[in-house]
Antibody
Framework: EVQLVESGGGLIQPGGSLRLSCAASGFTVSSNYMSWVRQAPGKGLEWVSVIYSGGSTYYADSVKGRFTISRDNSKNTLYLQMNSLRAEDTAVYYC????????????WGQGTLVTVSS | SYVLTQPPSVSVAPGQTARITCGGNNIGSKSVHWYQQKPGQAPVLVVYDDSDRPSGIPERFSGSNSGNTATLTISRVEAGDEADYYCQVWDSSSDHQVVFGGGTKLTVL
């Protein structure tokens, strides 16, 4: 059974850093495309970043230069390093498996809440 | 960047048909995917590649895509279908961006 479990969310001050983790089971992270999607309170879904199986990474303009997506193949875990956090980064962050042929997300984690506030 | 436009809300009576649109420039040339999200839950894929259904999704959910509009159709709407629905596309050729529509709240009257 495919499972994605996020962790690492919490309350952080503006300008701070946080690293989110997403532990996967039932499939191999490094053989798949993986993405992060966020949802601000009461708002819609916003794509954040994707890492391809070959290692290429891409980001939404809103986080480019501040966030870094990576993976640890030995731990079968996906990460999102978030630096220079802003109030507008406050959201539930979802880890997701991303189809590499047409780009749909077939599995989602339960999400982890990041709150950026002083 | 590419923009997907959805109506904020759609209302339908139980047993009727709901149609949720997703507009985008020449969206008919892209693969469109649809997600259902209920309050407090992660999104669930209900239609992918314009009109395919994942296993476990009822046949009442269908999709189409042509020209500048993609449509999610929910037949014989049930109270349990009340949720937010999002369309999504992926630009795999140029900037590799993933784009979501703004979402549509489906209300079952």
């Amino acid at each position: 059974e495919v499972q994605l479990v996020e962790s690492g969310g919490g309350l952080i001050q503006p300008g701070g850093s946080l690293r989110l983790s997403c532990a996967a089971s039932g499939f191999t992270v490094s053989s798949n495309y993986m993405s992060w999607v966020r949802q601000a309170p009461g708002k819609g879904l916003e794509w954040v970043s994707v890492i391809y199986s070959g290692g290429s990474t891409y980001y939404a303009d809103s986080v480019k230069g501040r966030f870094t997506i990576s993976r640890d193949n030995s731990k079968n875990t996906l990460y999102l390093q978030m630096n220079s956090l802003r109030a507008e980064d406050t959201a539930v962050y979802y880890c997701a498996r991303f189809d590499d042929s047409s780009g749909y997300t077939d599995y989602w984690g339960q999400g982890t809440l990041v709150t950026v506030s002083s | 960047s590419y923009v997907l436009t959805q109506p904020p809300s759609v209302s339908v009576a139980p047993g009727q048909t709901a149609r949720i649109t997703c507009g985008g420039n020449n969206i008919g040339s892209k693969s469109v995917h649809w997600y259902q999200q209920k309050p407090g839950q992660a999104p669930v894929l209900v239609v992918y590649d314009d009109s395919d259904r994942p296993s476990g999704i009822p046949e009442r959910f269908s999709g189409s895509n042509s020209g500048n509009t993609a449509t999610l159709t929910i037949s014989r709407v049930e109270a349990g279908d009340e949720a937010d629905y999002y369309c999504q596309v992926w630009d795999s050729s140029s900037d590799h961006q993933v784009v979501f529509g703004g979402g549509t709240k489906l209300t079952v009257l």
